[in-house]
């Protein structure tokens, strides 16, 4: 049975969250996943239960939903729907990626916002959380019509946020053309010069290796899971999931430490290259995303190497696996694959892409497994040292921000160790990475009275 099973406040909490949230099934599976590391430490420490700080934290303070109406190149008028959830502002504004996809909506919002409360908690940084974004899809749009779409979405957005209130950022379907949109409207909406989003162009206000730091990141904090078993990435056999800006920068770093990239997807299926992907293939695979938005196939195409449509790529055998794509890409029976095929290590580049199932059969084999909201918090890191040098005016060189990211990656895995080390010493970094992210906004959200 689950903690939550045998919980009667547990059961309580997650059937009234439910009741409360009906079909929002995502929003659910990321609030049980956190109750589940939380219970036991709750239960040590009644000050939280008595002060109903899980309850509050999982209640949004603030929901906007609105209109999006704007023209194609055909001059018809089209009507979207766009979000922002500002999910906690305990330790700082909200902060969190804005997601244009045809799948968003308000369940998954809310997934992804109080994901980021405790990933930003757990950056050291001061952020609070926030996630937003529209069903927009950007795919075979052109410039033309991405831009009305995003200065029409940031003409009802830019009444909510602000450097001291709520910053967004880029995520899904936005990305450096969305960013410089939805910044020049909101510029010329409020006359101001001011870090409102990051991810923005070096050249007005963006920092350094932030493209990067997601997947800078995540490769980060794999390498301080394999150092506690004498281990490195040197040689290894890896799987990415994902083509995009994260699996790219990941496979960009997993090359630098010697490791062996066999694998990328999309939405389409996924190519397996047994002689690895190097740095001029990784070039290809970039120019194909980034410039010609094609499909991977055409890497398979180029290279002559296997393509297997409509399938995701954990039936190959790897050393480490670093899923970084999308929302439950790996099952119960892709993991035990994955174990079965003898990987040691699954490190989370995407937002909770592992299902219930899957990280259970991680913990019983007891692999390295990072959770995404430590994992790849070196994005919303990046994002946070973006705005410190709005903030200040500055722009800091790019092993200036580097040696920031790798070492807030390490202090997240020193408190993943500190709260999720067993008695046996086995770490559990999906308990150390939720209690630690708790525990800091906890404490401020007690601080601060009932808020």
């Given at each position: 049975?689950?903690?939550?099973?045998?919980?009667?406040?547990?059961?309580?909490?997650?059937?009234?969250?439910?009741?409360?949230?009906?079909?929002?099934?995502?929003?659910?599976?990321?609030?049980?996943?956190?109750?589940?590391?939380?219970?036991?430490?709750?239960?040590?420490?009644?000050?939280?239960?008595?002060?109903?700080?899980?309850?509050?934290?999982?209640?949004?303070?603030?929901?906007?939903?609105?209109?999006?109406?704007?023209?194609?190149?055909?001059?018809?008028?089209?009507?979207?729907?766009?979000?922002?959830?500002?999910?906690?502002?305990?330790?700082?504004?909200?902060?969190?990626?804005?997601?244009?996809?045809?799948?968003?909506?308000?369940?998954?919002?809310?997934?992804?916002?109080?994901?980021?409360?405790?990933?930003?908690?757990?950056?050291?940084?001061?952020?609070?959380?926030?996630?937003?974004?529209?069903?927009?899809?950007?795919?075979?749009?052109?410039?033309?019509?991405?831009?009305?779409?995003?200065?029409?979405?940031?003409?009802?957005?830019?009444?909510?946020?602000?450097?001291?209130?709520?910053?967004?950022?880029?995520?899904?379907?936005?990305?450096?053309?969305?960013?410089?949109?939805?910044?020049?409207?909101?510029?010329?909406?409020?006359?101001?010069?001011?870090?409102?989003?990051?991810?923005?162009?070096?050249?007005?206000?963006?920092?350094?290796?932030?493209?990067?730091?997601?997947?800078?990141?995540?490769?980060?904090?794999?390498?301080?899971?394999?150092?506690?078993?004498?281990?490195?990435?040197?040689?290894?056999?890896?799987?990415?999931?994902?083509?995009?800006?994260?699996?790219?920068?990941?496979?960009?770093?997993?090359?630098?430490?010697?490791?062996?990239?066999?694998?990328?997807?999309?939405?389409?299926?996924?190519?397996?290259?047994?002689?690895?992907?190097?740095?001029?293939?990784?070039?290809?695979?970039?120019?194909?995303?980034?410039?010609?938005?094609?499909?991977?196939?055409?890497?398979?195409?180029?290279?002559?190497?296997?393509?297997?449509?409509?399938?995701?790529?954990?039936?190959?055998?790897?050393?480490?696996?670093?899923?970084?794509?999308?929302?439950?890409?790996?099952?119960?029976?892709?993991?035990?694959?994955?174990?079965?095929?003898?990987?040691?290590?699954?490190?989370?580049?995407?937002?909770?892409?592992?299902?219930?199932?899957?990280?259970?059969?991680?913990?019983?084999?007891?692999?390295?497994?990072?959770?995404?909201?430590?994992?790849?918090?070196?994005?919303?890191?990046?994002?946070?040292?973006?705005?410190?040098?709005?903030?200040?005016?500055?722009?800091?060189?790019?092993?200036?921000?580097?040696?920031?990211?790798?070492?807030?990656?390490?202090?997240?895995?020193?408190?993943?160790?500190?709260?999720?080390?067993?008695?046996?010493?086995?770490?559990?970094y999906m308990d150390g990475a939720n209690i630690g992210g708790f525990v800091k906004v906890a404490e401020a959200m007690l601080a601060q009275g009932l808020v």
């Amino acid at each position: 049975m689950t903690r939550i099973e045998n919980s009667s406040f547990g059961k309580e909490f997650m059937n009234n969250l439910i009741n409360r949230n009906p079909g929002e099934v995502e929003f659910h599976q990321a609030v049980h996943e956190v109750t589940e590391s939380l219970l036991d430490f709750i239960e040590d420490n009644p000050k939280y239960k008595n002060a109903k700080i899980l309850e509050r934290m999982s209640e949004a303070e603030r929901i906007i939903i609105f209109r999006v109406p704007w023209v194609d190149d055909k001059g018809n008028i089209q009507v979207n729907r766009g979000y922002r959830v500002e999910m906690n502002s305990a330790i700082g504004p909200y902060k969190g990626g804005l997601r244009f996809h045809p799948t968003v909506n308000l369940g998954i919002l809310k997934f992804l916002a109080f994901e980021q409360v405790f990933k930003n908690s757990l950056t050291t940084l001061p952020m609070g959380g926030g996630k937003g974004g529209s069903d927009f899809d950007p795919k075979q749009k052109t410039d033309g019509e991405v831009m009305r779409f995003c200065q029409s979405f940031m003409t009802e957005l830019s009444k909510h946020i602000g450097p001291n209130t709520d910053v967004p950022a880029g995520d899904i379907g936005v990305g450096g053309r969305e960013i410089g949109f939805l910044f020049g409207q909101y510029k010329r909406l409020r006359n101001e010069f001011t870090g409102v989003l990051t991810g923005k162009g070096r050249e007005w206000g963006g920092s350094l290796i932030r493209p990067e730091a997601t997947g800078y990141g995540n490769v980060y904090f794999a390498e301080e899971m394999l150092k506690t078993q004498n281990d490195n990435f040197k040689g290894k056999i890896v799987s990415i999931s994902g083509s995009g800006n994260v699996a790219q920068f990941t496979a960009e770093k997993i090359i630098e430490l010697g490791g062996k990239v066999v694998t990328l997807s999309d939405s389409s299926g996924f190519i397996y290259d047994a002689d690895g992907i190097d740095e001029e293939k990784l070039k290809f695979v970039m120019r194909l995303k980034n410039i010609k938005r094609g499909r991977i196939e055409e890497y398979a195409k180029k290279f002559g190497v296997e393509y297997h449509p409509n399938e995701r790529p954990w039936k190959i055998k790897c050393d480490v696996a670093l899923p970084s794509a999308t929302q439950n890409e790996i099952n119960k029976e892709e993991a035990e694959l994955l174990i079965k095929n003898g990987c040691i290590c699954v490190s989370e580049g995407a937002n909770m892409p592992s299902t219930p199932e899957a990280i259970e059969v991680y913990l019983k084999n007891k692999i390295l497994f990072g959770p995404g909201k430590a994992a790849n918090a070196g994005g919303v890191s990046v994002s946070g040292l973006e705005m410190s040098q709005n903030s200040l005016r500055l722009s800091w060189t790019r092993e200036e921000v580097d040696a920031q990211l790798k070492r807030i990656m390490q202090d997240i895995h020193t408190t993943c160790v500190k709260y999720g080390k067993n008695k046996d010493g086995f770490v559990n970094y999906m308990d150390g990475a939720n209690i630690g992210g708790f525990v800091k906004v906890a404490e401020a959200m007690l601080a601060q009275g009932l808020v």
